[in-house]
């Protein structure tokens, strides 16, 4: 497995592509102006756009990516209605988005446990919601990797100040699905450096300990 990662739009909105030798590929949060994403894939036959949730960071560059792939959209069934809905995914509400966003709905419904098949790869869904209800991390267990969205972030997590947020129930999240992990486990989040689940264990103050 091949993981390219770049931080995309204003927020620095982390966006990954996984591909195989065979030049197929999945996308995990396009994120916003896609523009070094799109140059990546050019060469890549894209499968599936994955979201780990649908805040307005995550899904500005959706529709271009979509348009330049036409590969299927899945995100949990808790934040279908985001995608469409400018209010909900906050590009309404926030002064940086000069366009509400307004997306096209999702093709494939994520729910938790399920194991994805796609590009050669074996991903399963982890619903860690907290930040946002519908917030999902993928496992690949075969590559010790975890694309954690918003949920876990080296040293931090997620916020739980917006509409939809819970403390609570984001530390549970994280708790009882990501620290329960391997170790060497590396973590991907939404934003910032990658770490490692064993790194979060010994050091991240907000579930440090677990």
């Keep these: 497995m091949k993981l390219w990662m770049q931080p995309l739009g204003p927020l620095q909105t982390n966006g990954y592509v996984l591909s195989n030798e065979k030049g197929e590929g999945i996308i995990i949060d396009p994120g916003m102006q896609p523009q070094a994403m799109l140059n990546y894939i050019q060469d890549l036959n894209i499968v599936a756009i994955l979201l780990t949730h649908a805040h307005f960071d995550h899904i500005g560059g959706l529709e271009e990516v979509r348009q330049a792939t036409r590969a299927p959209v899945y995100i949990h069934d808790l934040e279908a209605e985001w995608l469409t809905d400018p ?89 009882h699905k990501l620290l329960v992990l391997p170790g060497d486990t590396r973590v991907y989040p939404g934003h910032g450096p990658d770490t490692t689940i064993e790194d979060e264990k010994r050091y991240n103050p907000f579930v440090g300990g677990a």
Aim: aromatic letters at 6%.
């Design 87 to 175: 209010y909900k995914n906050g590009s309404a509400r926030w002064p940086m988005v000069t366009a509400p966003i307004q997306c096209r709905p999702r093709d494939e419904a994520l729910q938790d446990g399920h194991l994805l098949h796609l590009a050669g790869l074996s991903l399963k869904v982890l619903h860690t919601p907290g930040h946002s209800p519908g917030s999902v991390s993928f496992y690949i267990e075969e590559h010790k990797t975890l694309i954690a969205g918003d949920t876990l972030f080296a040293g931090s997590i997620g916020r739980t100040d917006l509409p939809g947020g819970d403390h609570e129930t984001l530390i549970s999240a994280i708790k």
